[in-house]
């Protein structure tokens, strides 16, 4: 079982529709989660940073951890083409520098 | 664009060579990462290095070396290749290290090995 699991998708969705994301984790000792955008060819671009539980929001994403479940998401509101992407759950544990990642999910978002 | 650079951008070269791939940090920041991302196994953290000193080791095999130099940059050497080593290398670096500091990546090395 790998430590962190994420469904690969594709996720194809309409413009303007709320997108979800999930990874979910086994190793509880993980406190640090991100959330990279990486575009076709591209390097990974950070995208949100949270640490331990709780929400944060930025514009668009908003980044949920939920650590009693060991698993977190990523909501991206008023989805645009723009946003076709494939999107990578990352952890870590504290005061480690090896990030963990998931697969990658494919979302397309269609006008 | 992160401030992350990689050199050279694609690499196609043939099994048993060796080849040498460069990245450049932000300006300012001390830690270096490498990882390898391939369809099979995702993106594989292989190696850290913070000021000059390794830091962290991952999933790197013992044909890949890496070095940071004084002035930061990094380099990855991968020798005897194979035909499993085709894949993208990416960069990344972090002001400091630890789990604090947000990793920013380069654009990444494509390597095919024929």
């Known amino acids: 079982q790998k430590e962190v699991e994420q469904d690969p998708g594709p996720l194809s969705v309409p413009e303007g529709a709320i997108v979800s994301l999930n990874c979910t984790y086994s190793n509880s000792a993980f406190q640090y989660f991100m959330w990279y955008r990486q575009y076709s060819r591209k390097g990974p671009e950070l995208l949100m940073y949270?640490?331990?539980?709780g929400n944060k929001e930025d514009g668009r994403f908003t980044a949920q951890v939920d650590k009693s479940s060991k698993y977190i998401s990523l909501f991206i509101r008023d989805s645009q083409p723009s946003d076709s992407a494939t999107y990578l759950c990352a952890m870590s544990i504290y005061n480690t520098d090896k990030l963990i990642f998931g697969t990658g999910t494919r979302l397309q978002v269609f006008p | 664009d992160s401030g992350v650079t990689q050199t050279p951008k694609h690499l196609i070269t043939a099994t048993g060579q060796r080849v040498t791939l460069r990245c450049s940090p932000r300006s300012g920041d001390l830690s270096v990462y490498w990882y390898q991302q391939s369809l099979d196994q995702g993106l594989q953290f292989l190696i850290q290095y913070y000021n000059g000193e390794e830091r962290a080791k991952g999933n790197i095999l013992e044909r890949f070396s890496a070095q940071q130099f004084p002035d930061l940059h990094s380099e990855l050497n991968l020798s005897s290749l194979e035909l499993g080593d085709s894949a993208l290398y990416f960069c990344?670096?972090?002001?400091?290290?630890?789990?604090?500091?947000?990793?920013?990546f380069g654009p990444g090395t494509r390597l095919t090995v024929t």
């Open positions: 990344a670096s972090s002001a400091q290290s630890g789990s604090t500091y947000e990793q920013y």
């Open positions: 949270t640490y331990s539980s």
